[in-house]
């Protein structure tokens, strides 16, 4: 089975900040590659998918990177609402979800 | 109007069993790849289980042999049979949607608590 391992765990920043977050597979997953975020008592919402690509709908301050086994999710500018867990999965055999991390907007 | 709603959940005893129902609206289930997700109480995402939209199915290793994913197209519904529960099964199941097998799911239900407790 494929593993997920993302770090940082958890975060604190402010608003307006940069902030990334990163994705390490166990064995190369080319670009099956999904962020999503998820907010207390609500269902994930898909971010990005195959590693780069905005879903419909998500701001552009979102982006990813990344191939093989090393991924990131980027927030150019933080903002109040970006306050989430964020969570990484591999859909290259199976699906896998990192363990997710927790961005506190200060 | 696009949309999932899961039902079924509740609790159940310890090696009772439980079937989930996903009802989709808006989408052909057999079109797209469905699958459950479950979240233990302040816990992460787990992925559980998948059904492919040509029919095949797969399993996380914590569930197999004794979850069974299935969709009955007439219905637009998947389900998802539990069987064997164990107190670590206990957690909220969503039912999401992806258009491909190897897409992000984009579309997610509002989830089904489950929980094993005697």
């Known amino acids: 089975d494929i593993q997920m391992t993302q770090s940082p765990s958890s975060l604190s920043a402010s608003v307006g900040d940069r902030v990334t977050i990163t994705c390490r597979a166990s064995?190369?997953?080319?670009?099956?590659l999904n962020w999503y975020h998820q907010r207390p008592g609500s269902a994930p919402k898909l971010l990005i998918y195959?590693?780069?690509s905005l879903h419909t709908g998500v701001p552009s301050r979102f982006s990813g990177s990344g191939s093989g086994t090393d991924f990131t999710l980027t927030i150019s500018s933080l903002k109040p609402e970006d306050s989430a867990t964020y969570y990484c999965q591999q859909s290259y055999s199976g699906r896998t979800f990192g363990q997710g991390t927790k961005v506190e907007v200060k | 109007e696009v949309q999932i709603v899961e039902t079924g959940g509740g609790m159940i005893q310890p090696a009772g069993s439980l079937r989930l129902s996903c009802a989709v609206s808006g989408f052909i289930v057999s079109g797209n790849y469905m699958s459950w997700v479950r979240q233990a109480p302040g816990k992460g995402l787990e992925w559980v289980s998948g059904i492919y939209s040509g029919g095949n199915v797969h399993y996380s290793d914590s569930v197999k042999g004794r979850f069974t994913i299935s969709r009955d197209n007439s219905k637009n519904t998947v389900y998802l049979q539990m069987t064997s529960l164990r107190a670590e099964d206990t957690g909220v199941y969503y039912c999401?949607?992806?258009?491909?097998?190897?897409?992000?799911?984009?579309?997610w239900g509002q989830g089904t608590l489950v929980t094993v407790s005697s």
């Open positions: 999401a949607s992806a258009k491909g097998a190897g897409d992000g799911s984009d579309i």
């Open positions: 064995q190369s997953i080319t670009t099956y």
């Open positions: 195959a590693a780069s």
